[in-house]
Nanobody, 123 residues
Framework: QVQLMESGGGSVQAGGSLRVSCVAS??????MGWFRQAPGKEREGIAS???????LYADSVKGRFTISKDNGKNTVYLQMNSLKPEDTAIYYC???????????????????WGQGTQVTVSS
């Protein structure tokens, strides 16, 4: 069983930056993803990094968000720049149960999920 714990959420003004982190109970050699869910909306995949460091981003965050991982710290990061009010959501970290060559934003590819961390962007 893989356990994931997010941290680093908070409140920021539009145009600001935040970095959220996800510490895994195992080295993140599987595919890792960041998802978010805003009130009244479906959960969406926004960034993923595969076992071989292939990355994939949703169009809504491309060019503003960067996913990275540090296997030595069992941690995956999501650096969020140029934040917008529409980025307000609960951000979840997820992990697949198998190695993946390519990154994925499909939530049904992921087996393990963190509890989420709130990110609020004010205008």
């Amino acid at each position: 069983q893989v356990q994931l714990m997010e941290s680093g959420g908070g409140s920021v003004q539009a145009g600001g930056s935040l970095r959220v982190s996800c510490v895994a109970s195992v080295k993140p050699r599987v595919c890792m993803g960041w998802f978010r869910q805003a009130p009244g909306k479906e959960r969406e995949g926004i960034a993923s990094i595969s076992s071989f460091s292939d990355t994939l981003y949703a169009d809504s965050v491309k060019g503003r968000f960067t996913i990275s991982k540090d296997n030595g710290k069992n941690t995956v990061y999501l650096q969020m720049n140029s934040l917008k009010p529409e980025d307000t959501a609960i951000y979840y970290c997820a992990a697949t149960s198998v190695l993946r060559y390519s990154a994925s934003l499909r939530d049904d590819d992921y087996t393990y999920w963190g509890q989420g961390t709130q990110v609020t962007v004010s205008s």
